[in-house]
């Protein structure tokens, strides 16, 4: 066998450097694949049919708002249902929590700790579905699926931990360019994705899990006064205590029924506020959206109610995936 020499040697060396480099590359573009951002936003042409000779008003994004919004709702034929959206993200909550499981009902101690919601349910005056949420499942990427219909890379994991302004076109950009006013209580995400899109906002860190008190209380301290108000189209509440509750002792903890509890309580002064028979002022309609979320992974759970003032019946809309519990984020 002829010696090993210094040349071969290195020639092999580089080899297997090259190798391990090359394979590592492979993995790291295509297992954290980086998706440039959109240019542009969507206008008029989107209510018209795609045709390879259209040309889109480029002028229309640049429209005053009130104008826009007019253009808009000419071009859809559709008038509202509603005149505010309130949307409601209980993180971390599992979806047989509130719905049970594989056809059965919940089980005895979660259902009784909800039971307004569960009213909600049993009545028809909410409606509960599932819907799948691709992973990662940390929160930036899924609001950011949320808002934009973007499915999220594993790079977001890491982003994460330094969210920064979204720049894709996305729904709360496509409100706030039709003159909505929106407001944000709860998860600091929403703040940093969005920075200059809320005219009053309180956010709160998720990454301190020790806390699920003072987290969920910094947002429904705010909550009667907001509904008091009549200045905004959009209330977003993000509560994280639940899911901090997951986090430090799983669902068998004893902390879980008090928090849920805690949840039905805030669904409930937010249903009563858009109850006919409390005599609400200005006639003002409110869409209640709670997103719940599976602990297997597979997909999300929302519950969704509204109320037509004009024809003074309840009606159910579909909204969108969050993200799933029991991961740090």
């Given at each position: ?45 989107s ?25 808009y709702?000419?071009l ?10 309130i ?25 009784e ?21 691709a992973?990662?499942?940390v929160?930036?990427?899924r ?25 894709d ?20 995400t ?19 899990v ?6 969920d ?12 108000k ?28 008090p ?71």
């Amino acid at each position: 066998m002829a010696p090993l020499t210094c040349t071969k040697l290195s020639v092999i060396t580089v080899t297997g450097v090259l190798t391990q480099f090359i394979g590592l590359s492979l993995f790291v573009f295509g297992f954290f694949p980086v998706k440039p951002a959109l240019p542009g936003t969507s206008g008029s042409e989107s209510f018209y049919a795609p045709s390879c000779d259209f040309v889109g008003n480029l002028s229309d994004t640049t429209l005053p708002s009130d104008q826009l919004k007019s253009l808009y709702q000419e071009l859809s034929g559709i008038p509202p249902s509603f005149e505010r959206l309130i949307l409601m993200v209980i993180d971390g909550l599992p979806a047989e929590f509130v719905l049970g499981k594989n056809g059965k009902p919940p089980n005895k101690q979660f259902k009784e700790a909800m039971p307004y919601t569960q009213s909600l349910l049993a009545s028809g005056s909410a409606i509960g579905y599932h819907a799948k949420a691709a992973p990662p499942t940390v929160t930036m990427p899924r609001l950011k699926a949320m808002v934009s219909g973007a499915i999220g890379g594993f790079l977001d994991v890491a982003f994460n931990f330094n969210t920064q302004a979204m720049m894709d076109d996305n729904l709360l950009g496509q409100f706030f360019r039709i003159g909505w006013k929106m407001v944000m209580l709860g998860d600091e995400t929403w703040i940093k994705l969005f920075p200059r899109l809320f005219q009053r906002h309180d956010g709160v860190s998720s990454f301190y899990v020790k806390d699920t008190v003072q987290v969920d209380q910094n947002v429904s301290r705010h909550l009667g006064y907001e509904l008091r108000k009549d200045d905004w189209n959009l209330l977003i509440l993000h509560y994280l205590g639940l899911d901090h509750v997951g986090h430090i002792g799983g669902r068998s903890s004893v902390l879980m029924a008090p928090k849920l509890k805690e949840m039905d309580e805030v669904v409930k002064l937010i249903h009563s506020s858009i109850n006919p028979s409390q005599g609400n002022r200005q006639g003002q309609a409110l869409l209640l959206s709670r997103h719940l979320c599976l602990d297997n992974s597979q997909g999300v759970v929302s519950l969704t109610w509204g109320l037509d003032r004009k024809n003074n019946k309840t009606k159910r809309r579909i909204c969108y995936h969050v993200k799933q519990p029991q991961t740090n984020g």
